[in-house]
């Protein structure tokens, strides 16, 4: 149900006091509890008790596997290398590639979804009405009407504003489009609807954050993007740093069983069921999106650019036949959809997880479970870095077993989540006591604000957004998880563990050389106490004595409603 015309003017006066409001509200779940009690009689009348459909028909659907007669197929079995020292294929090895570059990672899923001749399956945490997310649902529409069985999954909280885009999409012949867990309050930004989803805000506050690209059950990308213009280099005046992998064989298999374990699961609604109200006649939305997707020209990288590890193109790789991929034992970590979440390894297998790995998630504790086999080195990546007290006793292990542990996360000049930063900033100092180097990421200014100097974001601010984790050099995680703990209570998230030297070596060496160099370092002050953050600039070292880029108002302000924000929801 919409929000009346009659709330408009309303709403749009209070904005500023909602923006403040939704934080608490997603944020601490005791207050929004508080909150609701109060705020229910105001939401009944202003929000007409918006509820989603009851009785809602699903028609379940799963990966295809007769895709052999693919092009995309064929292409994955070549691609695939043979381990070292062995002859025969070995079921239980992946091909493996890493996307560090924006343009690439963008250029690999318009590829692989004009490649495909089948299935595209595609799950986003957000799909954003803009150049790159038009594009991308362009080439959607475009496999179907090539007979491709289309299949996207979007989480809701911020799909609301694109309601005439999706319906659009919706309204062609082989394409269907599912949200998940729906508010149920359509119009307005996140932030009112959640405000007026005050009376569910139990459920409403579990969000599918999953990144997830597979096209004919045969190539799969995952890894931290979304589909918006700052997740690909295309952005001003911010973009994100960020990472996915490409992968062929067995682990796409395991990547595929998590789609469908969403798609058919009960927290995944039918578009039509949802916007059922709203929906114009299917020519006309189909004409809608004709106009929407109209003029966009054909997102294609020069074919001899090379990306920050040194590789060119997916799109001109496939055009030769051969995908260049590093065989790689893959472990495939996927969160439940509702209850206690589960593991699948590359062979597909889900089995349940619980016992003695306590409330976090599954994609969580295979993070925690991989820190504490470091015993050289462990290299921790992640734009929202909140620790919990397993997480933290994980890397004191590594430490007190010999290893190296560093962590590299945005600075409060470079974050778009303060609040979050405050979080973390609790945390600095028993980090460094227990033997933690702390990198925090550098505003504009400072070289190397992407992976790569290719990338077309130079200029812009570059926020780190890659989850990443090395350890000793061998295994690696990459995926949509947060090191924080909203990640590990309350989204679902996932990710992969690669058992790969090669690989792990390739992260380990561009965090180091690109990452490490571009951020400042924060230590204690050895003699007038607290923290200090240092850098180098003009091969001279300076040393400041208070959070970078940042005025005492606004220090203030964030440390301050940190202190009323419940941990688990940062």
């Known amino acids: 149900m919409n929000t009346p015309k009659s709330f408009a003017a309303l709403r749009a006066a209070w904005k500023p006091l909602a923006c403040r409001f939704c934080i608490f509200a997603l944020h601490h779940a005791v207050l929004a509890r508080a909150l609701c009690a109060a705020a229910m009689v105001a939401v009944s009348l202003l929000a007409g008790c918006a509820a989603l459909p009851d009785n809602v028909h699903r028609v379940a659907s799963q990966a295809r596997t007769d895709v052999g007669d693919s092009a995309l197929a064929r292409i994955a079995a070549a691609s695939l290398p043979e381990p070292d020292g062995a002859t025969p294929e070995i079921p239980d090895v992946s091909g493996v590639r890493l996307l560090p570059d924006g343009d690439q990672a963008l250029d690999a899923r318009i590829a692989l979804t004009q490649a495909a001749r089948h299935t595209v399956d595609a799950q986003y945490y957000v799909v954003t009405n803009d150049t790159s997310g038009r594009q991308f649902l362009r080439e959607l529409r475009d496999a179907a009407r090539r007979g491709v069985r289309v299949r996207l999954l979007v989480d809701d909280l911020y799909a609301g504003g694109d309601d005439e885009m999706l319906a659009g999409l919706a309204a062609h012949a082989n394409v269907e489009v599912r949200l998940f867990n729906p508010l149920p309050v359509r119009s307005g930004g996140p932030r009112t609807r959640v405000l007026l989803s005050l009376h569910e805000i139990g459920r409403v506050n579990r969000r599918m954050h999953n990144k997830l690209f597979i096209a004919d059950n045969s190539f799969a990308i995952t890894g931290g993007r979304n589909i918006a213009d700052e997740y690909f280099g295309r952005s001003k005046p911010a973009n994100f740093i960020d990472m996915d992998a490409l992968l062929a064989g067995p682990a796409v298999r395991a990547l595929s069983a998590s789609f469908d374990a969403f798609w058919n699961g009960p927290m995944s609604y039918p578009f039509e069921a949802i916007?059922?109200?709203?929906?114009?006649?299917?020519?006309?939305?189909?004409?809608?999106?004709?106009?929407?997707?109209?003029?966009?020209?054909?997102?294609?990288?020069?074919?001899?650019?090379?990306?920050?590890?040194?590789?060119?193109?997916?799109?001109?790789?496939?055009?030769?036949?051969?995908?260049?991929?590093?065989?790689?034992?893959?472990?495939?970590?996927?969160?439940?959809?509702?209850?206690?979440?589960?593991?699948?390894?590359?062979?597909?297998?889900?089995?349940?997880?619980?016992?003695?790995?306590?409330?976090?998630?599954?994609?969580?504790?295979?993070?925690?479970?991989?820190?504490?086999?470091?015993?050289?080195?462990?290299?921790?990546?992640?734009?929202?870095?909140?620790?919990?007290?397993?997480?933290?006793?994980?890397?004191?292990?590594?430490?007190?077993?010999?290893?190296?542990?560093?962590?590299?996360?945005?600075?409060?000049?470079?974050?778009?989540?303060?609040?979050?930063?405050?979080?973390?900033?609790?945390?600095?100092?028993?980090?460094?006591?227990?033997?933690?180097?702390?990198?925090?990421?550098?505003?504009?200014?400072?070289?190397?604000?992407?992976?790569?100097d290719t990338e077309s974001d130079r200029g812009s601010l570059g926020r780190l957004h890659a989850k990443l984790a090395v350890v000793d050099r061998r295994w690696f995680y990459v995926g949509s998880m947060n090191m924080d703990r909203r990640s590990a209570h309350c989204n679902t998230e996932l990710g992969l563990i690669v058992d790969s030297p090669t690989l792990a070596g390739e992260l380990a060496d561009l965090i180091q050389r690109v990452r490490m160099p571009a951020s400042f370092t924060v230590s204690e002050a050895p003699l007038r106490g607290g923290l200090q953050w240092s850098f180098l600039r003009d091969g001279r070292r300076w040393v400041l004595h208070r959070e970078p880029e940042s005025n005492w108002a606004q220090r203030l302000r964030w440390s301050l409603l940190s202190l009323v924000v419940d941990e688990d929801f940062l």
């Open 275 to 452: 916007a059922a109200g709203d929906r114009p006649a299917p020519a006309h939305a189909r004409e809608r999106f004709a106009a929407l997707v109209h003029g966009l020209g054909r997102f294609m990288p020069p074919a001899n650019e090379r990306d920050a590890l040194g590789r060119g193109p997916v799109g001109a790789q496939l055009a030769r036949g051969r995908v260049e991929l590093v065989s790689a034992k893959v472990r495939v970590v996927a969160d439940a959809v509702v209850q206690g979440p589960f593991a699948s390894d590359a062979s597909g297998s889900v089995e349940e997880a619980g016992g003695p790995q306590g409330r976090e998630s599954a994609v969580m504790a295979a993070n925690l479970d991989l820190f504490r086999t470091a015993r050289s080195e462990a290299l921790v990546v992640s734009p929202y870095f909140v620790p919990m007290p397993r997480m933290i006793e994980a890397l004191a292990h590594a430490s007190r077993e010999g290893a190296s542990v560093s962590v590299v996360t945005n600075s409060l000049a470079t974050t778009d989540e303060p609040l979050v930063h405050y979080g973390y900033a609790r945390y600095r100092s028993a980090l460094l006591k227990m033997g933690a180097t702390l990198y925090e990421l550098m505003p504009t200014g400072e070289p190397h604000t992407a992976w790569s």
